[in-house]
């Protein structure tokens, strides 16, 4: 029987020291690298197609790929940060990021556009929120949720500072220049950030008291349990709809008669909106049980998905429930975030997270292609979040089955 291997909150020895520098540097190039690698592509795809007569449905479907490499990717990666720290994952996916965006930026064929994306793609699994969680969780544990929190607050901006700056260079440069200015800009910033910030000691994994233990040779069993099934499933189809609503939201406003411009701050709002939701979650956690904010966080996400579908107008009304569904969001990604330590602690943090987010992702990269090929056969935009509010029901409910146990 293999042991279980237990931090210093739970054996009383001392906690680890905490990188000073490490918050704010994630705080930072989670910004920057969210905002150009994920949030600039719904802005500017309207420009590449006009540009280069790519259809939508291809140019999006290289994005989806992007979003697939990156589910498949954050397996190894998490293997990775659990046995040497997030320092030379991160960095390597920084420069990654930066050449995946050259690639597209001067791609002359749409194959080409496809291998750079395929590129970003492995940068996101390397960069994203999942390395960035991991990395915190050891450091600050066993008071993540707080350094968590802090992450995702910043995080929530991505969209609000970088779908207007990327609509302001498209205008004056063009999509490709503009892809060039980003991927310089994320190199710069990220890649010596990620370098010197993460140099900590990678310290001894927790577990919370009241967590599962976990034999730490064999996460993949607790990844086989009706729970962590259950709880998969669930988090894919409302990762589906939430990844859905923000690659439609533009052509949604779009048929309502909104500007390109108005279009891309109401995107923008929405990751305001992320970042005030993420205010609240804590107070929301101390009073709820796993189970019971589960099933209201992603219900939540099914009823404002619900509102955008129903409500014509007008467009500051439309820009509020955008700002409201973004709140959700960001308490979405912070119930995913702290799922794996809530129910089975940080021993193997890193795997069990990949593994939870894998399908997740995977649903995440098929739905801006699914989204733009279901919405004419459905009728338009208003139809398709009929069925991601659906969706999102579906998720809610199954995350509220009593398989597990109760925490």
Same mark, same amino acid.
């Given at each position: ?70 589910? =498949? ?5 998490? +293997? ?65 949720? +707080?350094? !968590? ?46 370098? !010197? ?69 109401? =995107? ?17 956690? +101390? ?29 500051? !009304? ?68 009929? =069925? ?5 029901? =579906? ?13």
């Amino acid at each position: 029987m293999p042991t279980t291997r237990l931090d210093g909150a739970a054996t009383g020895t001392p906690a680890p020291s905490r990188p000073r520098a490490a918050l704010p540097a994630l705080c930072l190039t989670q910004i920057t690298g969210w905002g150009i690698l994920y949030y600039a592509f719904p802005v500017l795809v309207p420009a590449i197609t006009a540009s280069t007569g790519w259809s939508t449905a291809a140019t999006t479907a290289a994005f989806s790929v992007a979003l697939l490499v990156s589910a =498949l990717v954050g397996i190894p990666v998490g +293997r990775a940060l659990d046995r040497r720290g997030p320092c030379t994952v991160m960095t390597g996916g920084s420069v990654l990021g930066a050449l995946g965006l050259v690639v597209v930026a001067s791609a002359p064929s749409l194959p080409v556009f496809f291998a750079g994306w395929f590129l970003a793609g492995a940068a996101m699994a390397a960069t994203f929120y999942q390395p960035a969680f991991a990395a915190l969780t050891r450091w600050h544990q066993p008071d993540h949720v +707080r350094a !968590l929190t802090t992450l995702t607050l910043a995080g929530g901006l991505a969209s609000t500072v970088f779908a207007p700056l990327t609509q302001a260079l498209s205008q004056h440069l063009g999509w490709r220049a503009t892809y060039l200015v980003l991927a310089l800009l994320l190199a710069v910033v990220t890649v010596p950030a990620h370098a !010197l910030a993460l140099r900590a000691p990678w310290p001894e994994a927790y577990r919370a008291p009241s967590a599962v233990p976990i034999p730490v040779a064999d996460p993949r069993a607790t990844a086989r349990t009706p729970a962590f099934l259950l709880l998969a499933v669930a988090f894919t189809l409302s990762g589906f709809a939430m990844y859905a609503v923000v690659f439609s939201l533009m052509p949604l406003l779009a048929a309502r008669d909104a500007t390109p411009a108005a279009a891309a701050w109401a =995107l923008g709002l929405g990751g305001l909106g992320q970042t005030i939701g993420r205010t609240l979650f804590a107070s929301f956690a +101390r009073r709820t049980t796993v189970r019971e904010r589960t099933v209201a966080l992603v219900a939540a996400g099914g009823l404002t998905t619900a509102l955008l579908a129903a409500v014509p107008g007008p467009l500051p !009304l439309l820009v509020a429930i955008a700002v409201l569904a973004g709140a959700v969001r960001g308490n979405l990604t912070l119930l995913q975030a702290t799922a794996v330590t809530d129910r089975w602690g940080s021993a193997a943090y890193g795997r069990l997270s990949g593994l939870l987010a894998a399908p997740a992702t995977i649903a995440g990269a098929l739905a801006p292609w699914a989204a733009a090929a279901l919405a004419g056969p459905l009728g338009g935009y208003p139809q398709l979040f009929v =069925l991601l509010a659906a969706l999102s029901g =579906l998720a809610a409910l199954l995350a509220a089955l009593p398989v597990g146990p109760r925490l």
